[in-house]
């Protein structure tokens, strides 16, 4: 006899097996952890925020965060661009230069910081 187990798969109104729960909020979560993961990086925050304000060159954008170091900040332009966050602009003129901007993605994500720095500043005084 069969002790009342089913051996069939279960009809999808029933709820999936604990494994298959974990699998499915783990996907959920990984696009959410991955971002974090970039925006936890020291000046990304602040590079999307600068950006979002007017295209800039690498030492305009430099000054404007006052103080990062020209090795992370190329490393954090890099991984930005790489992300598809913000666009590298050469400029082929004597001496050539490059530009950085947001891209459309990068602005819809300083529109997001932008309602954090919201909830931050209403909640900020409350204690």
Known sequence: MDAGLNRTAPPSSVSRSRAARREAAQRSE????????????????????????????????????????????????????????????????????????LSEKGADLGRAIGGIDAWADRWSSVQ
């Open 30 to 101: 990984c696009a959410a952890t991955a971002a974090l993961t970039i925006l936890g990086q020291k000046w990304v925050l602040r590079i999307v925020r600068v950006l979002g304000e007017r295209t800039q060159r690498f030492c305009e954008l430099q000054d404007a965060l006052g103080g990062a170091n020209s090795a992370t900040l190329s490393q954090r332009l890099k991984l930005l661009e790489d992300e598809g966050l913000l666009v590298r602009h050469e400029i082929s003129a004597v001496p050539p230069w490059v530009e950085y901007s």
